[in-house]
Structures are given as C-alpha cells and as structure tokens.
C-alpha cells in the first residue's frame, strides 16, 4: 500500500470483511494496523459498527484506547431508523463512548439499504455530536455528495469518499477531500488526484479510463470482495480466503481474470 501512495487507511471496512469477524478478531486487527502506523501511515480510521450497540459502543471505546485517529460508524442493516432523527440518535449514543476521538458518519446505502439526505444527516449530527467531523460516503448518488459538500463548510467536516473504485474523478469537482479506495487501485487513483490537481484532464481522464477497464473487468466475475483479494492475491498479497456466505474464485476463473488484467497492463 505504501508503494502506492496509500497514506492512510479504514481499518475493518468492506474489504476487510469487518462485518464478518467477531469483536475479538476486530480489536486485534486494528492493533495491528496501529503498530505499522509510526512507520507507514498517517490516518488510521476504525470501522466499529455492529449489529449489537453494545458491540459497536465496546468496539468505540477500544478504537479510542488502541490509537485510531477516528472511528466510522454506518447505519444499522437490519433493524433499521426510520428517520434521520433515530439514525442520528444512534450515531450520538456511539460516538458518546468516545467524546475525544473523531467521528465519521459511514454512509453505504447500497448495502444498508437506507438511503437518507445525507445533507441533513451532516447538519443534525454537526449540531447533536461534538466530536463529528465528517462523512465517509461510500453511495452512488452525486446529488446527495454535493448536499453533503454543502454542509462541509469548506472543508471543515471531511467528505471521504469511497463510492466507485473505478469512478474517482467525476468526484473531485464536486469537492471531495479524500479518496478512500480497495487498495489494489492505489496507484491509479494517485495518478487520477494528482492529475486533476495539475489541471491535465487529459491525462486524468487517461488513469480514470484505466480504472474504468479494471471495474469493467471485475465486474464480469461477480462479488467485488472475492474479486478484489483474488487481484490482490496476484500482486502478492494474500489476505486469505473469503467468509461464508461469500465464496472464493474457481481456479479457473481466477486465471482467466489474471489474463484479462495483464491484457489491459494492470498487471505486469
């Protein structure tokens, strides 16, 4: 990740399959990554929502004592608020357990299958949750980012951004402050940001068209997480084999994968 301009990290997130691990096999993860900090890392953000409040407040409170520099929490996927004012609510009664820590709203309605003005979810938790200070939107819908961008003022709450991998710069203008991304797409997005920064659309639409093969390939292999370790996989980092009810690529569809990859120069 450090050779590909990755400087910070979510730790249990989607790829990371944090919403499949016990609350013990979170803690030591993230006490992991917090020990490569020093060396590698400048943000580290601890993904602690669970299904059990209990478990998402215990697992705030160790991410606050463990050193994560912020803590992300989406809203709850099965008994679900009916209002932005319950998921408020329940963001305030998490984030309560770690007062001195970051906050980040986590906002990927297209797993919760909530989907709110994000807008107006950033204005109630600015003015109910003292240590909020921004959204990681990991949605589809541009309009509700810019409502959220809205609400920023100027950047002073964070918009985190992780909602394509292969779709980075329609963002950017929009006011995106950082890019979250799997981390096998590392170097492409660097080169994307870095791009748009320098006023060369051309060359960012070159590095975006390249992400946008890679998405297009992945996308004829089905579920993204067993797609994206089985590329990760290929770049010499194997991060072990997908959970229940998840399923691992058949060896020949992985090899064929690889092919493809190798055929738009993704890899070497």
Sequence with gaps: MVTTGINSLFVNGTLGEGMSMTVTERKAALEQWIKLKPDRFKTIIAHVSCSSIRDTTELAKHAAGAGA????????????????TQLVKYLKAVADQAPDTPFLYYDINVLTGVIFDTGEVMRQCKAEIASFSGIKYSCRELGNFEAAQLESENGRYKLAVGAVDEMLLPWLPLGAHVPICHSLMGTIHRATREAYQAGDMKAALASQDSAQKVGIIKRKYGSDIPISKAILRMMGVDMGPVRLPLQDMAPEAYEQLQSELKAVNFLP
């Design 69 to 84: 520099d912020a803590i992300a929490v989406m809203c709850p996927t099965l008994f679900k608020p009916s209002s932005i």
